[in-house]
C-alpha cells in the first residue's frame, strides 16, 4: 500500500495488533489477466508506447496495465493518465528497496495478500492477518512516493510531482469485481528516473489545499469554473484504520450520486470498498496519491459547474474532515 518508510513500519505492526481485535471488515483476493500493448494507430507511425511530449508524460491503461516510457527524467514532471479502460484506476509509485522490482511485488510480495486475504474472506481471520507475518522483512522499506488519484473509466487527469532520479515501480490496487486487487492481477510497471533533470519549473496553484492526520483538508481558496491547478502540502502522514495513509481525490457528484455510497466505497478494507463497480453517479477525475510528510504534489483539473467532493481514501473520511464538499458555479 502507501506511505513513508515508518509508517510502512506501523501498517506492518498494526496488521497484527487487529489480529486479536478481529474488528476490520472482510476483504478478498486475486490473480490474473494479462497486459496489453497500446493498438497502432492508423494516424501514427508504430512506436513503442506513449511518449513524453510538450514536458508531459503520458500513461495510458486499456486493460490492466501502464503503458509508458520505461525512463523518464528527474525533477518535476507531469503525468498525463488516459484511462481507456472500463475500470477505475490510479497510478501509485512505489520505491522498493535497491534489487526489488515490479516481479518481486507479484511472485513474493502479491501471494503473501492473497493467502492471507483467502483466510480471511472465508471466515478464518486470525489466520489470515497472521499470514502478512510472512511477507518479507524487506517489505518495511518500502517508501510510497504519490501518484495520480481514482480516475474513472474514459477520463484523463494530469498530476505533477517531483521525483528524484531512482528505480520505482507503479501500481494499482483498486478491486475487481470479484474482489481481485489490480496489483494481483499484473497492474505494475517498473520505471527508472534517470539523472538527466526535466527542467520543468514547479507549478503555480490556483487553488491551495492542506492535508494532515489532525485537520483533515485545508482548502485555502474559493473554487470556480475553468482550468484549475490544485496544489496539496502533506503536513504530515499517518496509518489509518486500514493502514494506509491520506490522499486527496477529486470526485464530480452527477445525477443519482451518493456522498454516502461514495464515503463508504473509499476504504478499500471493506468486501465493498474501492471495487468495481464504483458507486453510480461519481465520477474521479485525478488527484494526488499518497505522498511523504512535507511533500507536495499538483493535480490539474477543467471544473464544469456542479457538484465536487474532495475526498481521501481512508476509512469515514466525514469524521475525519476529509470529505470536502463545494459546488462550482456558472462563470
Known amino acids: ?110 501471494p503473501v495478500f492473497d493467502r492471507a486475504m483467502k483466510l480471511i474472506s472465508e471466515g478464518k481471520t486470525e489466520e489470515g492477518y497472521a499470514e502478512f507475518g510472512n511477507l518479507p522483512e524487506w517489505f518495511s522499506e518500502v517508501v510510497f512516493l504519490g501518484g495520480v488519484g481514482l480516475l474513472s473509466p474514459g477520463q484523463v487527469a494530469e498530476t505533477t510531482m517531483h521525483l528524484k532520479p531512482g528505480a520505482y515501480l507503479m501500481e494499482c490496487y483498486v478491486k475487481m469485481e470479484n474482489g481481485i486487487f489490480h496489483t494481483s492481477m499484473g497492474m505494475t510497471k517498473d520505471i527508472v528516473v534517470s539523472e538527466a533533470d526535466s527542467g520543468n519549473p514547479e507549478p503555480t496553484a490556483d487553488i491551495e489545499i492542506e492535508i494532515s492526520g489532525t485537520d483533515g483538508i485545508i482548502i485555502k481558496d474559493s473554487i470556480g469554473p475553468g482550468p484549475k491547478t490544485f496544489s496539496v502540502f502533506y503536513k504530515d502522514q499517518k496509518a489509518h484504520e486500514n493502514f494506509v495513509g491520506h490522499d486527496v481525490n477529486l470526485v464530480k457528484i452527477e ?47 477543467e471544473l464544469e459547474p456542479g457538484n465536487y467532493v474532495l475526498i481521501s481514501e481512508v476509512p469515514a473520511p466525514s469524521t475525519k474532515n476529509m470529505m470536502k464538499t463545494f459546488i462550482v458555479g456558472s462563470k
Not at 483476493?29 to 506513449?50: L, Y
Not at 534489487?99 to 511472485?107: I, L, V, Y
Not at 477525475?285 to 510528510?293: E, F, H, S, V
Open 1 to 110: 500500500m502507501k506511505t513513508s518508510k515508518s509508517l510502512t513500519k506501523n501498517k506492518f505492526l498494526a496488521a497484527f495488533f487487529f489480529i486479536s481485535l478481529i474488528t476490520l471488515p472482510l476483504m478478498e483476493s486475486c490473480k490474473s489477466e494479462k497486459k496489453q500493448s497500446e493498438p497502432e494507430r492508423e494516424s501514427e507511425p508504430k512506436r513503442e508506447g506513449p511518449e513524453i511530449t510538450d514536458n508531459v508524460i503520458e500513461i495510458v491503461t486499456q486493460n490492466m496495465d501502464f503503458q509508458m516510457k520505461d525512463t523518464i527524467p528527474s525533477g518535476w514532471n507531469t503525468f498525463r493518465y488516459k484511462n481507456q479502460s472500463t475500470q477505475t484506476h490510479f497510478v501509485l509509485i512505489d520505491d522498493y528497496p535497491d534489487g526489488k522490482t515490479s516481479e518481486d511485488a507479484e511472485k513474493v510480495v502479491g
Open 255 to 301: 445525477e443519482g450520486g451518493s456522498l454516502e455510497a461514495l464515503e463508504s466505497w473509499m476504504n478499500w478494507a471493506d468486501p465493498k470498498g474501492l471495487i468495481e463497480p464504483a458507486p453510480a453517479g461519481i465520477t474521479f477525475m485525478g488527484g494526488t496519491n499518497d505522498m511523504p510528510a512535507g511533500s507536495k504534489g499538483y493535480f490539474h483539473a
